[in-house]
């Protein structure tokens, strides 16, 4: 029945037995091709799986080495969820305090109060624009280190994305709190360097000048383009001996340090002393970096010394020498006179009616008057003769050479003279007149001090007599006009 | 699993399809139309694979128009496959329902495809 070789009733009938075969047959050609299909596709297919796992795991090893960089890194870095609370942090974020204990906390609680705007503002703009972490601010922090000390960091943060969507906040924090604190005490040495009144002169270790200050310029004369480049060599003054050079130096080397006093020269040629004041300055690994020169002038402080000195010498008034130099003076006319058998005259000169003048018109009036009679008595003596001012109106003369009563007479009369024409002070008419005693080396003593007293005395009695007159010393007391 | 009743007069096609299926689905098979009407409607599956020229009062097509006029039956997805390679018995077959219409011999993975696609 299988086999029958014709259709029934015209409908579809079943196929003979041989039909069916090769139907079968057919059927399964179509799954060999089928099949082979399937091989070469599934080669194809392995060949991707097999790029694809290795490219699995380079993602794979890249993305270990990524954990390991920024588990490695001082820089911290901690992710957020979008609304700010943190997720996860590296090694670095100990700084802000125990990693565990940071999950689910908000990042803006380490944020100081004065930094909260910006970081909000930066988290803003990260959340809603930039996946790229090009723009970053200034964030001070309170760390968790022992004294919560404030960290200060450059803050930078990228957004994470996945389909458009945002799932993270990747903050990267980089401690910049000692950069801070040595630009700060960098500005603040650049500060003191800029404004000492002393000059300074920084070197490298072969004593080429690197910088110096405004001081230095001032004391040398060099501009710091002129000296920069040179060495400390052109301010030699060529006075100190060359053994000079190798002490300095090897204090330099084995101490570090050398200090004292030398003469430099300035720009304009002009000597003057210094106080120079040399240190090295060594790298951590102890290396010489460069020296640093202070200098001091001395020709200021000198010149202080002299005004000093002159103020002690010198009647600030009359502009006379004071008893003091006066002292020395009359020491130096003795010792000469003995050395020279010459003999000198000591004439002490007491004004007369110098007292009402204070009295009635002031003290101010007063000194005019010493003023001029100062004047009036170095005019009328040589350029050998001193004129001194003992203090108050007294005021004495030593005259060296001067001795005979006719000689000695002729001076004090001239004297006298000058001091008796009016004198206007303040457009007050006022005169004063003055007496004089005399006494001569070595006829009347050859003690300077005894010299002094007889003179003293012989003035007394020429005060006696009136005023106005002289009177020499003598056994005999000698009056004249 | 979903369950796929193959009604196909030839045995050994039957079989071949059978193990292409693979154990992913339930498999039934029918040798004519009116069997497989029968299974079709004790068994409810989700697909049937048609052969439309089977010997008797029914062939693929009658099993099909059947299929579709059943209101418990209309929902079954139905994948013709013939020897007929006719523009019009495929036009037809469309147009009576079917969802897939293979030509003998058959893709085996194109009619899997097909399987697959109207089983989603």
Redesign the interface.
């Known amino acids: 029945m299988e086999d029958s070789p014709l259709p029934m009733h015209g409908q579809s009938a079943r196929l003979p037995g041989s039909a069916r075969s090769v139907a079968l047959h057919d059927q399964l050609y179509r799954y060999a091709e089928d099949l082979q299909q399937m091989i070469e596709r599934n080669g194809k297919l392995e060949a991707h799986y097999e790029a694809l796992r290795e490219t699995c795991n380079q993602l794979s090893e890249g993305r270990d080495e990524l954990d390991r960089l920024l588990h490695a890194s001082r820089d911290i870095h901690v992710v957020t969820d979008p609304s700010g609370a943190i997720v996860q942090a590296n090694p670095a974020a100990e700084r802000l305090g125990p990693r565990d204990s940071m999950v689910g906390l908000k990042l803006e609680a380490w944020v100081q109060s004065a930094y909260i705007a910006a970081f909000l503002a930066l988290q803003q703009g990260t959340a809603t624009n930039g996946t790229l972490g090009d723009r970053e601010c200034e964030l001070h922090l309170t760390s968790g280190l022992p004294g919560n000390p404030t960290m200060i960091v450059i803050a930078s943060v990228i957004g994470v994305r996945r389909d458009g969507e945002l799932h993270f906040l990747h903050w990267i924090l980089r401690d910049v709190t000692h950069v801070r604190e040595s630009e700060f005490e960098t500005r603040l040495s650049s500060m003191v360097f800029r404004s000492s009144a002393e000059g300074i002169i920084i070197t490298d270790v072969e004593g080429e000048i690197l910088a110096v200050n405004p001081a230095f310029t001032r004391i040398t004369g060099y501009t710091a383009a002129e000296a920069i480049g040179k060495n400390p060599r052109i301010l030699s003054s060529g006075m100190q001996p060359p053994s000079f050079y190798a002490e300095f130096w090897r204090a330099l080397r084995e101490e570090g340090v050398w200090q004292g006093e030398i003469f430099n020269r300035r720009k304009s040629g002009e000597v003057y002393p210094e106080w120079l004041n040399v240190t090295t300055v060594r790298d951590n690994e102890g290396q010489i970096l460069s020296y640093i020169a202070i200098l001091s002038d001395l020709s200021r402080l000198l010149a202080a010394e002299k005004q000093l000195a002159y103020l002690a010498h010198y009647d600030s008034l009359t502009k006379l020498p004071n008893r003091h130099l006066f002292g020395d003076r009359l020491d130096r006319a003795v010792a000469q006179a003995r050395r020279t058998q010459q003999k000198f005259s000591l004439l002490f000169v007491d004004l007369d009616r110098f007292k009402p003048i204070n009295d009635r018109f002031g003290h101010l009036a007063g000194d005019g008057v010493l003023k001029e009679v100062a004047t009036r008595l170095q005019g009328g003596v040589r350029e050998s003769d001193t004129v001194a001012r003992l203090g108050g109106d007294e005021f004495v003369i030593i005259a060296p050479g001067l001795c005979g009563e006719a000689e000695i007479g002729r001076l004090c009369a001239k004297l006298i003279d000058a001091i008796s024409r009016p004198l206007s002070i303040d457009s007050h008419e006022l005169s004063v007149g003055g007496s004089f005693g005399c006494a001569v080396y070595p006829d009347h003593g050859t003690d300077g001090l005894d010299l002094l007293k007889r003179a003293d005395e012989a003035m007394y009695r020429a005060k006696h007599v009136g005023g106005g007159s002289y009177a020499l010393f003598g056994p005999l007391p000698r009056l004249a006009t | 699993m979903k369950r796929i009743l193959l009604v196909d007069?030839?045995s050994?096609?039957r079989r071949?399809i059978r193990i292409?299926l693979g154990k992913d689905f339930d498999v039934l098979e029918a040798e004519d139309g009116p069997s497989g009407l029968e299974i079709a409607r004790r068994q409810r599956p989700d697909l049937v694979v048609l052969d439309?020229?089977?010997?008797?009062?029914l062939?693929g097509l009658g099993v099909l128009d059947a299929i579709k006029a059943d209101r418990s039956l209309v929902q079954t997805r139905v994948i013709m496959v013939t020897?007929r390679g006719q523009a019009a018995d495929y036009e037809d077959g469309m147009k009576r329902g079917a969802d897939a219409y293979f030509i003998?011999?058959?893709?085996?993975?194109q009619l899997v495809a097909a399987i697959k696609n109207a089983l989603e």
Request: proline residues 15%; aromatic residues 4%; hydrophobic residues 40%.
């Open positions: 007069d030839h050994d096609i071949l292409t439309v020229m089977m010997p008797g009062d062939d020897a003998k011999p058959f893709s085996p993975l």
